[in-house]
């Protein structure tokens, strides 16, 4: 399964709604940004990072694929996965420019590719070749219910929708107001609607300082919250562990850390309950093991993030151990020959050889942008 060319594409997919905010970010599109690997038997594989679908940073990341790690590809056996994510992590000029950031999301890319491939190659998806899947079902959670820039009143309604209708036992929710108040109204709105069986997850999406969260989550005691997703600044781990020694509400967080070693600050520290690792940022499959590994030593459930929105994630919690429940986003599930799909709160689970990470061919020609 030598590697015979190395493809970089960008997609950028119009999400649910027209457009969505949350404390920090707003888009429209969901950018697709990866690689297309194929090898001298005739296989095909494909892996992607998630961006906010900004053209000029998307082409950084396909850059990073087509001029650094392509040459470093070319004549691999595409099955060597430690050791090529190695060559590439560890290149001594690549490691010198970056050691997260654009050249780890083009890393996540292609280990997510070559995953793909060696599941193709063996005909089985992706959870059968790491091992078969831990349980029956695997439960959903919807976050695209609660978008910080949705009124009260559609936030409301598209609780009680998912839950009444759609059969979901689990939602997120936005927080990230400047007066924290508003955020502490909604939840309670919602927790009147939907009633106390269904289980709510917060997410400031790095918003507040400590002392804004401190007072947030003394008032927010008694609305039962699941958990508080990334309350602070990403990379402070002080402010998370004094908030996780101060609060009943459990804290989340991981969507924006990059390696196995920023984990297990966080974890070390007592910073984190539920742990979120990302293959988007965290250079791939390969590497969201060790730090799902991490975990289950520590004995911390993994809630991985949905950069990819679910695609290769639903498989990665089948089979993992430390795996919990996944996050449901719903903005790239047309645009793939096996989309992560939910039915009355349970992930389908993927039957297809590979990651589920293949788009239609009417994406690339509908949504398909320039290298530049």
């Known amino acids: 399964m030598k590697i015979s060319a190395v493809e970089p594409f960008i997609l950028h997919l119009p999400l649910t709604s027209d457009s969505i905010s949350d404390s920090t970010h707003s888009i429209t599109h969901w950018g697709v940004v990866g690689t297309k690997i194929t090898t001298t038997d005739g296989l095909v594989g494909y892996g992607f990072t998630g961006t906010h679908a900004h053209l000029p940073s998307d082409r950084l990341i396909t850059a990073c694929i087509r001029d650094c790690y392509a040459p470093l590809l070319m004549g691999e056996d595409a099955s060597d996965h430690q050791r090529l994510w190695t060559k590439l992590a560890r290149h001594p000029a690549l490691q010198w420019v970056g050691r997260a950031g654009i050249t780890h999301l083009a890393l996540a890319a292609v280990d997510v590719a070559l995953w793909d ?7 089985v998806p992706l959870w059968s070749l790491l091992g078969g899947a831990r349980t029956e079902k695997l439960e959903a959670y919807n976050t695209d219910i609660g978008w910080l820039s949705f009124s009260t009143k559609a936030l409301i309604a598209g609780s009680a929708r998912a839950v009444e209708q759609d059969g979901f036992t689990r939602i997120k929710i936005k927080v990230g107001h400047d007066d924290p108040n508003i955020d502490i109204e909604r939840l309670e709105a919602v927790r009147k609607r939907v009633g106390g069986a269904v289980r709510i997850a917060i997410d400031a999406n790095g918003k507040w300082d400590l002392p804004t969260c401190q007072r947030f989550c003394a008032r927010a005691r008694d609305l039962d919250i699941y958990w508080f997703e990334e309350p602070m600044w990403y990379d402070d781990v002080a402010s998370h562990a004094a908030l996780a020694r101060n609060t009943s509400i459990p804290v989340a967080l991981g969507e924006q850390l990059y390696t196995v070693d920023a984990f297990r ?3 070390s520290a007592g910073a984190v309950h539920y742990v979120q690792p990302d293959v988007t940022r965290l250079g791939g499959v390969t590497e969201y093991i060790q730090v799902a590994d991490l975990a289950l030593a520590n004995r911390l459930p ?14 990665l919690s089948y089979w993992h151990p430390a795996s919990a429940i996944l996050e449901y986003i719903p903005w790239i599930k047309d645009h793939f020959h096996e989309p992560a799909n939910v039915e009355s709160g349970i992930f389908r689970r993927p039957q297809q050889p590979g990651a589920s990470t293949t788009p239609l061919p009417q994406a690339f020609e509908r949504y398909g942008k320039s290298l530049g």
């Open 265 to 267: 600050s966080f974890i």
């Open 117 to 123: 491939l060696s599941a193709k190659k063996a005909g």
């Open 302 to 315: 993994v809630v991985p993030h949905a950069g990819e929105m679910s695609q290769v994630h639903v498989h």
